[in-house]
């Protein structure tokens, strides 16, 4: 039987895109948003999701932080892709009144849009690929979506490689049910929530890795949404969770902090 | 002469609402965009410019950071503003077809709109007040914004707090030109770049400030722009950039870091 694998839809999505690269014999399932696809990961709807975790300009994906903290969900593998972005539209660039896409993507493309399109309206879709599927009714409007969402719906490419830099890569988190078995190449992220009050709280947590000789990979700041200045700090580590080392490091983190929560120990990938 | 104060417009933001506050007597100047506000303090079109920092729910302003990080301004002041967030419109909830708001705004008001508009269009614009005045010009459209936003455009409350938290704070930060003296009660504000190779790097520069009891308000990441897992740390500290400790941490912090900048050194407000 094929696995069922969520992703955000509708098709021609980048998630869909790293969905296949991953795993070619799946039967894809869309849904409308990050949280969707976790969540059907939860009720076992779903074998596998794949959402984006981070970009490498635009930082987390904060829909996904929240629900990986939030729902009783592993990320169980990764995967990096390299994102480009075109312009996608019916007409010519003149003719392009209203430029479509997902928040994320035109954060990841400010200065372009800034520059060329000042005078055109914004206006945030579900998805990269819902953007290019209403470009498709509407010859005023344009997309900003991956080349091939621009081939499925019939669109031209206005402009190539419209984000602001080429350094555009996004992470991609396969989330499960159950932790993989340490492979010697592994990553552990963990959600780290500290108490507002204690100022040398995050030194001692990172001092607890440090003296492991524990490499972190990753280490953000995520608004806990309780009052300005209070974070969950999301950290990633090379190593498994089984690891003696790792396993000593959260035992003692786990005194300090208030929340400590492994979100997957997974092969780490070797791309970029 | 009056001063010059500069913030984003139109009339009606809440940038505006927070500059009145801090300083009664003088002219508003109002731009398209938090860069352009930096920018025309730097050239001195402007004796002071007001610009949203960071947000309790959504975390760091990414284009004040960066014009910040880039411009040869300093912070002189911080004022917090409590963040209550309105539906505006002209017609009854059944009429609204497209939400109107700054990215910003929308994504603070995540929850409600899924839960309440999930079948309307989202649109971008420059400001929430931008949002209102379109909002008054077409009844299928509401706004989310400032209820004093709505007086202003002559729209009516549809909604009020549909902010997804009550404890909803913006953080404004006065841009000037030149550094406050040590009032005894000061924050200082700094960007710091480690090399993406060295994982105890961050540890550290937390261990210089520690050791010497410097208090951190705020520690956070905003991806570098040159690769996943390559981050700027914006960390607020207590205390003013000429008190001994904090000269003597900072200087030993450049030697570590590859870049160390100095993004104002201000007094604190007293406010939550």
Same mark, same amino acid.
């Given at each position: 039987?094929?696995?069922?694998?969520?992703?955000?839809?509708?098709?021609?999505?980048?998630?869909?895109?790293?969905?296949?690269?991953?795993?070619?014999?799946?039967?894809?399932?869309?849904?409308?948003?990050?949280?969707?696809?976790?969540? @059907?990961? +939860? *009720?076992?709807? &779903?074998? =596998?999701?794949?959402?984006?975790?981070?970009? !490498?300009? #635009?930082?987390?994906?904060?829909?996904?932080?929240?629900?990986?903290?939030?729902?009783?969900?592993?990320?169980?593998?990764?995967?990096?892709?390299?994102?480009?972005?075109?312009?996608?539209?019916?007409?010519?660039?003149?003719?392009?009144?209203?430029?479509?896409?997902?928040?994320?993507?035109?954060?990841?493309?400010?200065?372009?849009?800034?520059?060329?399109?000042?005078?055109?309206?914004?206006?945030?879709?579900?998805?990269?690929?819902?953007?290019?599927?209403?470009?498709?009714?509407?010859?005023?409007?344009?997309?900003?979506?991956?080349?091939? @969402?621009? +081939? *499925?719906?019939? &669109?031209? =490419?206005?402009?190539?490689?419209?984000?602001? !830099?080429? #350094?555009?890569?996004?992470?991609?988190?396969?989330?499960?049910?159950?932790?993989?078995?340490?492979?010697?190449?592994?990553?552990?992220?963990?959600?780290?929530?500290?108490?507002?009050?204690?100022?040398?709280?995050?030194?001692?947590?990172?001092?607890?890795?440090?003296?492991?000789?524990?490499?972190?990979?990753?280490?953000?700041?995520?608004?806990?949404?309780?009052?300005?200045?209070?974070?969950?700090?999301?950290?990633?580590?090379?190593?498994?969770?089984?690891?003696?080392?790792?396993?000593?490091?959260?035992?003692?983190?786990?005194?300090?902090? @208030?929340?400590?929560?492994?979100?997957?120990?997974?092969?780490?990938?070797?791309?970029?």
């Amino acid at each position: 039987m094929k696995r069922k694998v969520g992703v955000l839809g509708p098709e021609g999505t980048f998630s869909e895109k790293a969905a296949r690269r991953l795993m070619l014999d799946s039967d894809i399932c869309y849904f409308t948003d990050f949280d969707e696809v976790i969540a @059907a990961v +939860e *009720r076992s709807d &779903l074998d =596998i999701g794949v959402v984006p975790l981070e970009n !490498s300009l #635009e930082g987390s994906v904060g829909q996904t932080l929240d629900a990986l903290l939030s729902r009783d969900v592993q990320i169980v593998g990764e995967m990096n892709l390299e994102v480009r972005h075109c312009l996608l539209g019916r007409g010519s660039p003149e003719d392009v009144k209203v430029i479509l896409s997902h928040p994320q993507a035109l954060a990841q493309c400010r200065g372009y849009l800034k520059r060329r399109f000042s005078g055109a309206e914004q206006r945030t879709t579900g998805s990269t690929s819902h953007a290019a599927r209403l470009a498709q009714e509407f010859p005023e409007m344009a997309a900003i979506a991956d080349a091939e @969402a621009g +081939e *499925r719906y019939g &669109l031209a =490419i206005i402009d190539r490689n419209v984000q602001d !830099s080429d #350094e555009n890569v996004t992470r991609f988190a396969v989330v499960g049910r159950s932790t993989p078995k340490p492979t010697g190449f592994d990553k552990t992220s963990l959600a780290i929530y500290l108490e507002r009050a204690e100022a040398g709280a995050l030194w001692e947590v990172l001092g607890e890795f440090a003296v492991r000789k524990i490499n972190l990979t990753k280490i953000e700041s995520r608004p806990s949404k309780m009052g300005l200045g209070d974070y969950y700090f999301f950290i990633d580590l090379e190593g498994h969770v089984t690891d003696p080392p790792v396993e000593e490091a959260l035992a003692r983190i786990r005194k300090r902090a @208030a929340v400590t929560k492994v979100l997957g120990s997974y092969p780490r990938t070797a791309s970029p």
